[in-house]
């Protein structure tokens, strides 16, 4: 029979956990409620939130009077907070507490720092970040921008920086912008605010895989994680990516004694137990078959 590990670390990490509890949560209360954005980029949560009365909006404007507003985990900029409140509307905010702490950090030291963020400037969180900066701030997405601006001569040598990143950002890239900077700028607090939650999630995947003759990988077709947790088993053991728990039907999984289960950042515990539950049941199946067919040959 084949031995199906589930990783530990597969799915949500804690920041989006807590937000969604969070909605779900308010979906009990009877008071309206929306969530500024999508909770999480996962189609069956966004659904399931809005058949329990949470509806998504885009803009403070399309929130109904008198409703409440989540803030996604992800974060909103200053002028956002200071939108609701103007508003009216009762605010909750499910800010991850990290991302909240660089928030914290870049409006403290803004007012007499240039911000240096490492990580995409069209991705919520950081918009969020850079909307906590007062002053000057510039956003570079790897190393390589970085050097352009350096190039560019827009970091003057004696201006007094911090440097903080995004939670997801790449600690390979972290440690040579960190490198660059060190050489260029004389005045420079380093704030390295990169997650462990990612990865962790793909360093146990690696140690899964490696123990495992096949792994299968749940998540977005879109999703980025996911893609990079399937590229990191498929250098493994054989990989399978799928979205769906019913997917699972179309894999070939005979032979296969060990095989690991890992998700990423953006798909709920419920569809990881469901797609361990369909492969139990076919594994179930298969072993009958196998043992049948033993039975007919002898
Ligand atoms: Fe998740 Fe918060 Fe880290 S949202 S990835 S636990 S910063």
């Known amino acids: 029979t084949a031995v199906i590990t589930i990783a530990q670390t597969a799915g949500f990490c804690f920041g989006v956990q807590r937000a969604v509890d969070t909605a779900f949560a308010q979906a009990k209360k009877p008071e309206k409620t929306c969530t500024l954005g999508e909770?999480?980029?996962?189609?069956?949560?966004?659904?399931?939130?809005?058949?329990?009365g949470i509806k998504t909006i885009e803009t403070i404007e399309q929130?109904?009077?008198?409703?409440?507003?989540?803030?996604?985990?992800?974060?909103?900029?200053?002028?956002?907070?200071?939108?609701?409140?103007?508003?009216?509307?009762k605010v909750i905010d499910a800010t991850c507490p990290f991302v909240r702490k660089i928030h914290l950090t870049v409006e403290k030291y803004s007012k007499d720092h240039t911000i240096l963020i490492a990580g995409d400037i069209s991705h919520p969180e950081v918009e969020g970040i850079a909307g906590f900066c007062q002053g000057s701030y510039l956003v570079f997405p790897c190393a390589d921008q970085l050097d352009s601006l350096i190039n560019k001569q827009m970091l003057p040598e004696d201006c007094p920086y911090i440097l903080v990143a995004q939670t997801t950002f790449s600690t390979v890239e972290w440690k040579k912008c960190v490198e660059k900077l060190k050489k260029v700028c004389t005045n420079l607090k380093i704030f390295d605010t990169i997650c462990i939650a990612t990865e962790k999630r793909q360093q146990e995947a690696m140690e899964l895989?490696?123990?495992?003759?096949?792994?299968?990988?749940?998540?977005?077709?879109h999703s980025s994680n996911t893609a990079k947790l399937a590229s990191l088993c498929g250098g493994l053991c054989d990989t399978f990516s799928i979205e769906r728990p019913q997917e699972v039907y179309d894999l070939d999984l005979m032979g296969y004694t060990n095989i690991g289960?890992?998700?990423g950042a953006s798909t709920p515990a419920c569809i990881i137990k469901e797609v361990h539950k369909t492969m139990s049941e076919i594994l179930k199946d298969q072993d009958e078959l196998s043992f049948e067919e033993m039975l007919d040959q002898s």
């Not at 999480?40 to 329990?52: A, D, K, R, T, Y």
């Not at 507003?69 to 103007?86: D, F, M, N, T």
């Not at 895989?209 to 077709?221: E, L, N, R, W």
Request: glycine letters at 8%; a positive charge; zero cysteines.
């Open 261 to 263: 289960v890992t998700a």
């Open 63 to 89: 929130a109904p009077p008198g409703s409440t507003v989540i803030i996604r985990s992800h974060g909103v900029p200053k002028k956002v907070y200071e939108q609701l409140a103007a508003s009216g509307h």
């Open 39 to 52: 909770i999480i980029h996962n189609p069956q949560i966004v659904e399931s939130l809005q058949e329990q």
């Open 209 to 221: 895989a490696a123990k495992s003759d096949a792994m299968i990988v749940i998540g977005g077709k």
